[in-house]
C-alpha cells in the first residue's frame, strides 16, 4: 500500500484528488496539507512514500517543498498537479515522477500512481544494495523570520534553554523550536550530546576546549564558552571518557 500526501492551498481540490486516489486499490492511508510549511511539520512526523504537490501555494511553493524534501532521509515520490503547464520542465529537474494538470482525469491518475510504485521499487532495490553503515542524518524543521527549513542535527552545536522552547546553535544561526530542553536530553542521548548545565545541551563532537579542573569549569563549542554545573560534572566525566573524545582545536 502507497501512502500518500497531498499539499494543496484549495481544499476542494485536495478532496477531489483524495476521492479520486482512493479508487486506486494501491493507495492505502492520504495525509492532507494546505501550505508547505504544514506539510514539512506533518513530514517529519509522518514519512509517506509519494507526495501530491500543488505549484502555487502561498508561502512554501511546491517546487520549494520539493527542495526542502531532497534534504530528508525518507524521500517521497514527487508528483506535481497543476494547472500551469509552464513548470514541467522545473519539476523534472527535481526529479518529479510525473506532472498531472488539473483536471485530473482519473486513469491519467492512474498512470501516475503506477509511476510512483516503479519509482519506490527502484529506490527499495538501490536501498537494498547499498551500505547498510551510512546512516542518513536527522533533519529538524525549525523556523527562521517566518520561513520553515530543515537543518541537519550533526549541525547543531549546543542548545540552550528558553523556557518551554530549545534554541539551536549552528555555526550560522541560531533557531527557537518549541520543545523542551528535557525531551531533547533524552531524544539526542544517543546522537553525543550531554547536559552540562540545566541550561545547556552541547554536542560532543563539537567540542573545543574543556576546563573541568577550575573553580569555573567550563566547555568550549564554537567559540561559546558554556558553564558546567557541579551536580553535571561526574556524569560529563564520565561520558567523556567513555566517548574518548578529542576536543576540536
Known sequence: ???????????????????????????????????????????????????????????????????????????????????????????????????????????????????VAEALNAAAAAHAGAAASDPQPEMIAVTLGGTTRMIRRDEVRYVQAQGDYARLHTEEASYLVRVPMSDLERQWADAGFVRVHRSYLVALGHVGRIRLGSDHPSVTVGGAELPVSRRLLPALRDRLESATIRPRS
Open 1 to 115: 500500500m502507497i501512502s500518500v500526501l497531498i499539499a494543496d492551498d484549495e481544499q476542494p481540490a485536495i478532496d477531489e484528488l483524495a476521492f479520486l486516489l482512493r479508487q486506486d486499490p494501491r493507495i492505502g492511508v492520504i495525509h492532507q496539507a494546505n501550505t508547505g510549511a504544514e506539510a514539512i511539520r506533518l513530514l517529519t512526523r509522518e514519512p509517506v512514500d509519494a507526495a501530491f504537490l500543488d505549484i502555487h501555494m502561498p508561502g512554501l511553493t511546491g517546487f520549494d517543498l520539493a527542495r526542502a524534501l531532497q534534504r530528508f532521509e525518507h524521500r517521497p515520490a514527487l508528483v506535481f498537479v497543476t494547472a500551469d503547464e509552464e513548470g514541467a520542465l522545473e519539476a523534472f529537474d527535481l526529479a518529479a515522477v510525473d506532472y498531472l494538470l488539473k483536471p485530473v482525469r482519473t486513469e491519467r491518475l492512474h498512470r501516475s500512481v503506477t509511476r
